[in-house]
């Protein structure tokens, strides 16, 4: 796991490298719009298809889901007690409970579980963000940032905004073939996994252009403190004890866990601006759990691996 994060670590420190120097004149915004809209439509969905496919889909799915589902409404939980205490603008408990509630489980977690489980770490990524944490992202997610914001759309459809997602169309034709038992050809096998190599670096590398340290606050400590253990210790935790209660073990069980674990996802900076939440204290949080992850994520992995329901 320490080589592992040591790779993940040393490629999304590329990404922070090219934000400081700027080769070619490129900014770290332009960059990442350019590499994280190709993932966004091209690679990410070529992954969706190819995995999704051929994994087995049934009891242990809905496990995944299931805990996937439960952790972010629980953290949500949490997070709106802290807020009563630590916060008062609205724009900030708003951004709080967006980036506390939903962990980075495609961009950091799916290199990292594709890592330490290959395959069934993939699938488990993708299960975790397709069949649960993003559709909550695309309906609860935005009504709290609706609800909180200064620039709310009150005629949005969520429903519409959900099915604009390209990963989901491809998860949905995946799970058709799956369940039908239809065979995958060999040579779109091997087009759609030459197109998935691609997703991991340029994800770790989007994720490090993403990251910024220039907008932390003093008066922000008390709320970047509760975003860091609620998204880093308490969320795995109550993973943890879904997964126990549930029955899900094993590989899926612990990637399911790992997941939890995983740091503020950068995904939510698009709804901070959107709807007018506090886009500073968002940021901040994506770069301080980003970086404490890299000390927490092994511990976690170290700790589950001492499970008899993960042996």
């Known amino acids: 796991m320490l080589s592992v994060m040591a790779q993940m670590g040393a490629l999304i420190a590329c990404g922070v490298a090219w934000s400081v120097l ?26 969706v298809l190819k995995v999704l496919w051929a994994a087995p889909l ?16 629980a953290s949500l939980a949490m997070t709106g007690l802290v807020c009563r205490v630590c916060l008062s603008s609205r724009a900030a408990i708003g951004a709080m409970l967006l980036v506390a509630a939903w962990p980075n489980a495609v961009y950091l977690g799916l290199p990292i579980l594709d890592r330490l489980f290959g395959e069934p770490g993939r699938a488990v990524a993708i299960q975790f963000d397709l069949f649960a944490a993003l559709p909550l992202l695309l309906t609860v997610g935005v ?8 620039r709310g759309e009150p005629g949005a459809n969520l429903l519409r905004g959900l099915f604009a997602v390209p990963s989901i169309w491809a998860a949905l034709l995946a799970v058709s073939l799956n369940l039908t038992s239809t065979p995958m050809p060999a040579w779109l096998d091997e087009w759609l996994g030459f197109l998935a190599h691609g997703v ?15 907008r932390f606050r003093r008066g922000d400590a008390p709320a970047l403190a509760a975003v860091t253990v609620i998204q880093l210790m308490l969320a795995p935790l109550v993973a943890l004890v879904l997964a126990a209660g549930l029955g899900l073990d094993g590989v899926p ?40 992850s890299l000390v927490t994520l092994p511990l976690w992995f170290a700790f589950l691996q001492t499970l008899p329901m993960f042996a």
Do not use: N, W
């Not at 670096?201 to 910024?212: D, I, N, Q, R």
């Open 253 to 292: 069980g612990m990637a399911t866990v790992l997941e939890a674990a995983m740091p503020a996802m950068v995904l939510g900076l698009v709804f901070c601006d959107r709807f007018g939440l506090d886009t500073g204290l968002y940021a901040a949080a994506v770069t301080l759990t980003t970086a404490v």
């Open 22 to 47: 700027r080769p070619g004149g490129l900014d770290a915004g332009e960059t990442r719009r350019v590499l994280t809209t190709l993932v966004y439509y091209l690679l990410l969905p070529a992954l």
């Open 58 to 73: 049934g009891l242990v799915s809905m496990q995944i889901a299931a805990v996937a589902g439960l952790t972010v409404l």
């Open 143 to 150: 009504l709290i940032a609706r609800h909180y914001g200064d």
């Open 200 to 214: 991991t670096p340029l994800m770790l590398f989007s994720l490090g252009l993403a990251l910024t340290f220039d």
